[in-house]
């Protein structure tokens, strides 16, 4: 006949550790029920919890997205921002051409006004936003240069080409208004060409960086400053300001003022169309965020599916554990007192 000896020992390792497993299943209970989710996905779930994982992800990229999207609208934002600060400034610059500037006495006055907006154009082209340059496009650093630098002497360097003498010359008075128009139509308008206008006013690049605003569709998120809306506002400003209006006759300031006035027109034309453009994107973004809302809202309501628990359930679970761990501590506590002396 066999016999078994199971030791006090033996009994009281096996009930610590049942207790161990107990306080185990009872802390992830307890943790489900505050969180409303599976602890353990993987061991509850097996090979589903492959789908969880795939879930967790496209909600992940969605929402990468989704913020993407906030950052590239508020940049927009500040496009058609500064697009309107440029549409105002060549409003009033042309009522004032419009409104009286053909004379002589004015001239300094109009001199003084187109300086000072040519300054706001380019400090507008070159505003920032999230620290960097707006308008620069992929290039580097501001987007247009100052006018004092090298778009000034380019200036001064086709009118003293064309004419023998620097804008502002007594002998300027001279320029008869077909002459003064022939230059305006071709060596000052081949300073604002793309031969010219990169190296002598701009810094930009043709292309704005791309915003992914869906999984499917990218958009350019800005503007730049080689637009011909803003080559054609610098040029009318220029006209004025840069080419020595006192210095003429009547006639022929007259000849630049309603040249400028006019470029003044199409730029304001096309900034129009800028304008509607950058809502346009606004307006796709609007719609890509909605879209990717709303397949996060599904994403998330399967994912609710797989990790969510029932409350009632949960409850239930964590009585009858605390009642296991309840008699497990009484029975480790007997197996505690027992002693062979006791029988003695």
């Not at 107990?22 to 599976?38: M, V």
């Amino acid at each position: 006949m066999t016999q078994m000896i199971i030791s006090n020992a033996t009994l009281n390792a096996t009930s610590r550790a049942s207790i161990a497993r107990l306080q185990g299943e009872l802390a992830k209970a307890q943790e489900e029920l505050s969180s409303g989710r599976r602890a353990d996905i993987g061991r509850d779930l097996g090979s589903r919890s492959i789908a969880v994982a795939q879930l967790r992800g496209r909600i992940g990229e969605s929402q990468a997205i989704l913020d993407a999207n906030s950052v590239a609208s508020a940049r927009l934002e500040a496009t058609k921002a500064s697009l309107g600060s440029l549409t105002n400034l060549a409003q009033s610059m042309q009522q004032k051409l419009l409104g009286g500037g053909a004379g002589i006495v004015d001239a300094g006055t109009l001199i003084e006004e187109a300086r000072a907006a040519v300054d706001q154009t380019i400090s507008i082209a070159n505003s920032t936003f999230d620290g960097a340059y707006l308008f620069v496009g992929l290039g580097v650093g501001k987007a247009l240069n100052e006018f004092a630098g090298g778009p000034a002497t380019a200036v001064n360097s086709a009118f003293q080409a064309k004419f023998g003498a620097i804008p502002g010359d007594a002998a300027n008075a001279a320029i008869s208004p077909d002459q003064i128009q022939s230059f305006l139509d071709t060596e000052f308008s081949g300073l604002f060409d793309d031969a010219n206008w990169t190296p002598v006013w701009s810094n930009a690049s043709d292309a704005s960086p791309e915003a992914r605003i869906s999984e499917t569709i990218s958009i350019e998120n800005s503007t730049t400053a080689n637009q011909q809306a803003i080559r054609d506002l610098l040029g009318a400003l220029t006209m004025v300001a840069g080419l020595g209006l006192q210095s003429f006759d009547a006639r022929t300031a007259q000849t630049v003022v309603a040249s400028a006035a006019t470029r003044l027109g199409g730029a304001l034309a096309e900034l129009a169309t800028l304008q509607a453009e950058t809502g346009v994107k606004q307006n796709m973004i609007d719609e890509a965020s909605n879209e990717l809302t709303a397949r996060q809202t599904a994403f998330k309501g399967r994912l609710d599916e797989f990790e969510s628990v029932d409350p009632v359930d949960v409850s239930m679970r964590i009585s009858a554990l605390s009642a296991q761990l309840q008699a497990s501590y009484q029975v480790t506590s007997k197996l505690a007192q027992l002693s062979l002396v006791n029988f003695i």
